[in-house]
């Protein structure tokens, strides 16, 4: 197995500052993980609760106690979000989360972290969806561009389920300078492309590790690609292609989430 990335760590004044930035983004969320999660975020400020009776049954008495509920029909609420949003009787007009920066989630991260890096990925829902996954199998945090990536939307947002408000997004402006500060912190970044030799449960390494996920119709970027440690595929069937991305990178996190906890 190969050992930690043996690269020397920058140490804070060395390793770019990108500052807490606020993230753009439609002020309405909706679908109940969605609202509950931003009601019960202290770092977020929820300016409007708007709820149906049935909406209102469903949220947890712990996040009614944050705001005072505005009770509206369906149609009402309707009125005030975006076409065919599917709000389940709930939708929150929230300010925007800070964004991170990426040196200080470096500097919170253990030896066993796993972070996501996202180029070029602009659907919202396959944004949304590998937020889930990450959130769910352990993940510190999502890194993706402040160009060609999605705000933070109320359709990303719910199907995120939550994981919006409880996964750092840490947008950069140079994906290959991001890489080149993550493998400074002594992180492994693995590119996943479905041209390599290499399967990634075949990838030996222990310590901290970046997955990093191309576009679904381009993959990785060239220079994104060289900016990896290594590249590596899934072990997907030849007859089949490959997988949407947020499959994919919920197979890749899985993969790590079963090495650290095996």
């Not at 609202?35 to 400020?45: C, H, I, M, P, S």
């Not at 975006?82 to 040196?103: M, T």
Request: hydrophobic fraction near 45%; charged fraction near 25%; charge should be neutral.
């Amino acid at each position: 197995m190969a050992k930690r990335n043996p690269r020397k760590s920058k140490n804070r004044s060395e390793i770019r500052r990108g500052g807490a930035r606020t993230a753009p983004g439609n002020p309405w969320l909706f679908g109940l993980h969605a609202v509950t999660a931003a009601l019960l975020n202290e770092n977020r400020r929820v300016e409007r609760l708007v709820v149906t009776s049935a909406g209102h049954e469903r949220l947890p008495e712990a996040a009614l106690e944050t705001i005072r509920a505005e009770f509206l029909g369906r149609k009402d609420i309707d009125a005030l979000l975006p076409p065919g949003a599917v709000h389940q009787g709930a939708a929150a007009l929230c300010a925007p989360l800070p964004v991170p920066a990426l040196e200080d989630v470096l500097l919170e991260a253990s030896d066993q972290t796993v972070m996501v890096v996202l180029d070029q990925v602009t659907d919202p829902q396959n944004v949304g969806a590998i937020m889930r996954s990450a959130a769910a199998f352990g993940a510190s945090a999502l890194v993706m561009q402040d160009r060609h990536a999605p705000p933070i939307t109320g359709a990303l947002a719910k199907a995120a389920s939550g994981a919006v408000d409880n996964l750092p997004l840490v947008r950069v402006t140079n994906l290959a300078r991001a890489l080149d500060d993550l493998k400074a912190a002594q992180f492994w970044c693995i590119g996943l492309d479905g041209e390599s030799e290499t399967a990634l449960q075949d990838f030996k390494a222990d310590g901290r590790i970046a997955l990093v996920m191309g576009a679904e119709d381009t993959g990785l970027r060239r220079l994104t690609a060289e900016s990896c440690d290594a590249l590596a595929r899934l072990p997907t069937s030849d007859a089949f292609g490959t997988l949407n991305v947020s499959a994919a990178a919920a197979a890749a996190l899985y993969e790590w989430a079963r090495r650290r906890n095996p």
